[in-house]
């Protein structure tokens, strides 16, 4: 089975900031990679498929890029409404990490 | 506009078997696959298995094998998730999520509670 990691697990961070997250999978999943993010009490929200494209409607402050094992997402100047739990997902396994909250 | 409608919270006993419901409207059902992802209390989010409304071929995450069953209804446009032998850890939202290009979940249902307890 693949398993799924990110770090760190928690991100302490101010409005402006710039944010990385990596996540790592334990074997290559080529650029099969989603990035997801979630709010309380609301589902998970698409940001990113195939490693680094876009979805429709997500602001261009995030970005993603990698492939094969290792994967990041950044935010280059956090806003307000980006404080969440922030999952990647292993597209062909469909494993998820274990998130990374990104709060104050 | 895509929406998913799941069915209202259930509270089970353990041993007993839940059926959520995940209707869609905005897009042809049998043009996407749809997953089923789980998510407990505090914990991220679980994949459970996938369906293919256009031919019902079904996948399920190893863990839940022999235990989950994902049929679909083309006349009504609604996805079903069974799910049998329920124990108290099962206690999670349950959401349905359409497959875009098969593999990345781009609409969500609202989720659906599911509480076993004795």
């Known amino acids: 089975d693949i398993q799924m990691t990110q770090s760190p697990s928690f991100v302490s961070a101010s409005i402006g900031d710039r944010v990385t997250i990596t996540c790592r999978a334990s074997q290559d999943i080529s650029r099969w990679l989603a990035w997801y993010q979630q709010k309380p009490g609301k589902a998970p929200d698409l940001l990113v498929y195939?490693?680094?494209t876009l979805q429709s409607g997500v602001p261009s402050r995030f970005s993603a890029s990698g492939s094969g094992t290792d994967f990041t997402l950044t935010i280059s100047s956090l806003q307000p409404e980006d404080f969440a739990t922030y999952y990647c997902?292993?597209?062909?396994?469909?494993?998820f990490g274990p998130g990374t909250k990104v709060d104050i | 506009q895509v929406q998913l409608v799941q069915s209202g919270a259930e509270v089970k006993k353990p041993g007993a078997s839940v059926k959520v419901s995940c209707k869609a409207s905005?897009?042809?059902?049998?043009?996407?696959?749809m997953h089923w992802v789980r998510q407990a209390p505090g914990q991220g989010p679980e994949w459970m298995g996938i369906i293919s409304p256009r031919d019902t071929t079904t996948a399920y995450a190893q863990k839940f094998q022999g235990r989950v069953t994902m049929t679909s209804d083309t006349s009504t446009s609604t996805v079903y998730m069974e799910l049998r032998s329920l124990r108290s850890e099962d206690t999670a939202v349950y959401y349905c999520?359409?497959?875009?290009?098969?593999?990345?979940?781009?609409?969500w249902g609202q989720g659906t509670l599911v509480s076993v307890s004795s």
């Open positions: 195939a490693a680094s």
């Open positions: 997902q292993s597209a062909n396994s469909f494993t």
């Open positions: 999520a359409r497959g875009l290009h098969r593999a990345y979940c781009d609409f």
């Open positions: 905005g897009y042809s059902l049998t043009s996407q696959y």
